[in-house]
């Protein structure tokens, strides 16, 4: 069974940095797509980024040149370092790992992201 375990979250101020983790175990990393999504109140979840296990990498516009994501196959960890925060990026956010070949998803529980002066 897949699990991911996201570290990371918390508050910051507008213009402050924060980079979240996320440790996969119970499958072989290197078969999956890592992502991010988040999820603000009263908003539908959206995509903030993702990697392929070859480190192509996608990105929503809104965090274009503030957010990077990368992946460490050694330790089976996807992170999301993210700068220049601001309020907008306030949001519950969660790991996401999706097989390669069969397409199956499997999520985190989330990391609550605070941006707030």
């Known amino acids: 069974q897949v699990q991911l375990a996201e570290s990371g979250g918390g508050l910051v101020q507008p213009g402050g940095s924060l980079r979240l983790s996320c440790k996969m175990s119970?499958?072989?990393?290197?078969?999956?797509?890592m992502g991010w999504y988040r999820q603000a109140p009263g908003k539908e979840r959206e995509l903030v980024a993702r990697?392929?296990?070859?480190?192509?990498?996608d990105y929503v516009d809104s965090v274009k040149g503030r957010f990077t994501i990368s992946r460490d196959n050694s330790v089976s960890t996807v992170y999301l370092r993210m700068n220049s925060l601001e309020p907008e990026d306030t949001a519950v956010y969660y790991c996401?790992?999706?097989?390669?070949?069969?397409?199956?998803?499997?999520w985190g529980r989330g990391t609550q992201v605070t941006v707030s002066s």
């Open positions: 119970g499958e072989p990393f290197a078969y999956h797509v």
């Open positions: 990697i392929t296990p070859g480190s192509s990498t």
């Open positions: 996401y790992a999706q097989h390669l070949k069969d397409y199956t998803q499997f």
